[in-house]
């Protein structure tokens, strides 16, 4: 891991799971484990996993300028949020493009937590506060597990009080097995899901309890990985690797557009005045290409940077496969040209290991109404 510089508490535990804890975003991160990727798969869409999360930046904005660092570094209208509600928001540069992804909750008149991955959020943070009554402080103590699936709530309704009540991109301070937590309805599957943030000198007692009272409702340990399987089928994308900034376009600097990549909706209605808002309202109607997404002829996974052809010329690139085995279905998200990005479009994959026919097919895959995330009771 030598570009690690963060560690979770928990490594020891991924080791155990035959995790090599390969980098991300700074953490060493169980990418895999010695199980079939397909049945953490299966569990977390018919039962519920557990995933260590922590390589996810957290921090903390605390002052009555907070509101306004936030206001101008995110897509959102951040004055509608109250204590206990987050919302997932983007960041762009003065060029209109997209340089990150966040979640922002509210925990306080005037505290505010950020987490984003491997974008530049934490700077972006940090400069807007100079100057400004606003602190801000990066926790790389708090610990993210995320606890994903139907069975999720089951589990953790006989423990804390009240989740049941807990709604889509809503927080609350509690406890969990005797620690303090914050526990949020939120995840990155499409599944009822739950994270957790726990501090590090706790988050073995939360992990390991976990799974093992769990165990018996089907609750187990899930790799990194499993997620690109998972959020493939949900249409959740991930920076950069669905972005420019891994497939470049011949003779311009990296960076998509909102309407590009489908995350437009992340701008509140009327919103200006935050970075890049003029570029972002200006690129409407100028897509270079669509992310969309692709169902392949195929009994396995296409691999990332499998080109994907149509009329005798390339029109995109397969940014993250997936295969279930529930469904039998391959499936991608792909940077397609605008033209070919449209239902029942005809397309080849051409890859190393996968060449097959595919056609154009919006996401999302599973669940698109999103009746399970938002799920009641």
Same mark, same amino acid.
């Given at each position: 891991?030598?570009?690690?510089?963060?560690?979770?508490?928990?490594?020891?535990?991924?080791? &155990?799971?035959?995790?090599?804890?390969?980098?991300?975003?700074?953490?060493?991160?169980?990418?895999?484990?010695?199980?079939?990727?397909?049945?953490?798969?299966?569990?977390?869409?018919?039962?519920?996993?557990?995933?260590?999360?922590?390589?996810?930046?957290?921090?903390?904005?605390?002052?009555?300028?907070?509101?306004?660092?936030?206001?101008?570094?995110?897509?959102?209208?951040?004055?509608?949020?109250?204590?206990?509600?987050?919302?997932?928001?983007?960041?762009?540069?003065? $060029?209109?493009?997209?340089?990150?992804?966040?979640?922002?909750?509210?925990?306080?008149?005037?505290?505010?937590?950020?987490?984003?991955?491997?974008?530049?959020?934490?700077?972006?943070?940090?400069?807007?506060?100079?100057?400004?009554?606003?602190?801000?402080?990066?926790?790389?103590?708090?610990?993210?597990?995320?606890?994903?699936?139907?069975?999720?709530?089951?589990?953790?309704?006989?423990?804390?009080?009240?989740? $049941?009540?807990?709604?889509?991109?809503?927080?609350?301070?509690?406890?969990?097995?005797? &620690?303090?937590?914050?526990?949020? $309805?939120?995840?990155?599957?499409?599944?009822?899901?739950?994270?957790?943030?726990?501090?590090?000198?706790?988050?073995?007692?939360?992990?390991?309890?976990?799974?093992?009272?769990?165990?018996?409702?089907?609750?187990?340990?899930?790799?990194?990985?499993?997620?690109?399987?998972?959020?493939?089928?949900?249409?959740?994308?991930?920076?950069?690797?669905?972005?420019?900034?891994?497939?470049?376009?011949?003779?311009?600097?990296?960076?998509?557009?909102?309407?590009?990549?489908?995350?437009?909706?992340?701008?509140?209605?009327?919103?200006?005045?935050?970075?890049?808002?003029?570029?972002?309202?200006?690129?409407?109607?100028?897509?270079?290409?669509?992310?969309?997404?692709?169902?392949?002829?195929?009994?396995?996974?296409?691999?990332?940077?499998?080109?994907?052809?149509?009329?005798?010329?390339?029109?995109?690139?397969?940014?993250?496969?997936?295969?279930?085995?529930?469904?039998?279905?391959?499936?991608?998200?792909?940077?397609?040209?605008?033209?070919?990005?449209?239902?029942?479009?005809?397309?080849?994959?051409?890859?190393?290991?996968?060449?097959?026919?595919?056609?154009?097919?919006?996401?999302?895959?599973?669940?698109?109404?999103?009746?399970?995330?938002?799920?009641?009771?």
């Amino acid at each position: 891991m030598p570009k690690s510089w963060r560690f979770s508490v928990l490594a020891d535990r991924h080791r &155990a799971l035959g995790s090599q804890l390969e980098d991300w975003s700074g953490m060493g991160t169980a990418w895999t484990y010695d199980s079939d990727i397909l049945d953490q798969h299966a569990a977390v869409r018919t039962k519920a996993g557990l995933m260590d999360v922590s390589g996810l930046k957290k921090v903390h904005l605390v002052g009555p300028h907070a509101i306004a660092v936030l206001d101008y570094i995110t897509t959102r209208d951040v004055s509608k949020l109250y204590p206990g509600k987050s919302v997932y928001a983007c960041m762009l540069n003065e $060029r209109g493009h997209f340089t990150d992804d966040c979640i922002v909750y509210r925990t306080g008149p005037n505290s505010w937590m950020l987490v984003h991955g491997s974008g530049s959020g934490h700077e972006e943070v940090v400069k807007q506060a100079q100057g400004r009554n606003c602190a801000v402080l990066f926790d790389d103590d708090l610990h993210d597990l995320s606890l994903q699936g139907p069975v999720a709530v089951d589990f953790l309704a006989k423990h804390v009080p009240g989740i $049941r009540d807990l709604r889509y991109f809503h927080h609350m301070q509690t406890s969990l097995f005797g &620690a303090p937590v914050m526990i949020s $309805r939120t995840g990155y599957t499409g599944e009822r899901g739950y994270e957790i943030f726990v501090r590090g000198q706790d988050a073995p007692l939360v992990w390991d309890t976990i799974l093992a009272e769990g165990k018996s409702m089907g609750i187990i340990p899930v790799c990194f990985s499993v997620l690109d399987l998972l959020r493939v089928e949900s249409y959740l994308l991930f920076y950069p690797y669905d972005n420019s900034q891994m497939y470049p376009f011949a003779n311009e600097g990296p960076g998509d557009s909102l309407w590009e990549l489908g995350l437009d909706f992340t701008v509140s209605p009327g919103k200006t005045g935050f970075r890049g808002a003029e570029e972002h309202y200006r690129l409407k109607g100028k897509e270079r290409f669509k992310i969309f997404g692709m169902l392949i002829d195929a009994d396995k996974m296409t691999d990332a940077g499998d080109e994907v052809w149509a009329d005798g010329k390339k029109v995109g690139v397969i940014t993250c496969p997936s295969y279930s085995k529930l469904t039998k279905k391959s499936m991608a998200i792909a940077r397609l040209d605008t033209p070919y990005a449209k239902q029942g479009v005809k397309l080849e994959v051409r890859g190393k290991n996968v060449k097959a026919n595919a056609i154009a097919h919006t996401i999302t895959f599973d669940d698109p109404e999103k009746k399970k995330r938002t799920a009641v009771g």
